[in-house]
């Protein structure tokens, strides 16, 4: 039996954009073992993959931080006795893992970034279509050895929404009457893929505002935290999940209920699109053209200007603002934001 170690370890969209491909993979080659190594907090994602994958924790913090923890995983892994490595990440650890693996006499296979590509991107006046990452991770497979097969994902709950009942009681839709839930994801991890919090407050007050629309607001840590509790407690019908849900699977189980999410370019565009949940996302810095938009999403819904120059400037966000105020996000209208929202969720329902 052949068994495929993969590797991914960061980031979390990265990650989340390898479950169509490995779970289409797996359902349609069953005889293949698939061994999916990465961070703690995706596991309980790929819990709800096919019965022939299975999940190995790198604890890149812990012990298995450093070169010795580095060596550790290599033994972990080596033991497990894959026949081929597809690594989806091609960074510093994943490049001398597949050494390791190579040296072992195992068939090994990396993504191929395009980096000169997404250079000419960034530049080019006229922006064309990147290869998304989707595409990318399952020409690794391909390379592998297994052509004869394509991603054909029908979400993480393939028969409809995730049964809240079970997984999270406390979120009945019976208990809910408000006609259309809205998830709002308003952070990502630079700034120059934030819609600037005072207009995404706008956002929220005026949505809650219509009283036909119950909003749930995503985020993580103390400072996210805060601003969503503050949020939650100004406007009616809105409610923050920031430290009620014990992991991504939960999220993703509340999420499928909504109607629509409201997300940057970030990981939560890419979680509401693993359960089929339409996106209206935010793009700044960065541009949906750039190959990381959500799976099965569409360029209509992806909110951005087109009268700037400068951006994108940058594939991931990171680059500082060469003017200082971020006028690429500061220039969309929250106005703008809400009808998008709502001819979504309007859409869906008729």
Known sequence: MEHILVLRFSALGDVLMTLPVVESFARQHPDVRVSVCSRAWAKPLFDLLPPNVTFVTADLKGVHHGWKGLNLLARRLLALQPTMVADLH??????YLRTRFRLAGRKVC??????RSRARFIQAEVKTPQTPV??????????????DWDVDFHGLFPEGTADLAQRLPDFNPALRPEPNWVAIAPFATHEGKIYP???MEQVVQQLAARGDVRLFLFGAGANERQVLEAWAAKYGHTESMAGRLANMAEEAALIS?????LSMDSANMHLASLVGVPVVSIW???HSLGGFMGYGQQQADAIQRS???CRPCSIYGKTPCQ??????LRGIEPGTVVAHVVRKFSNEAS
Request: contains cysteine; aromatic residues 14%; positive net charge.
């Open 90 to 95: 091609d960074v510093l650890r994943t490049k």
């Open 284 to 286: 700044g810095a960065t």
């Open 134 to 147: 989707f595409e990318k991770y399952t020409d690794v497979f391909r390379r592998l050895g297994f052509r």
């Open 307 to 309: 009268d700037l120059p």
């Open 110 to 115: 990396k993504i191929n970034k395009n980096r």
């Open 197 to 199: 919090l005072d207009l």
């Open 323 to 328: 003017f200082g105020d971020y006028r690429c």
């Open 257 to 261: 209920h909504c109607s629509v999410m």
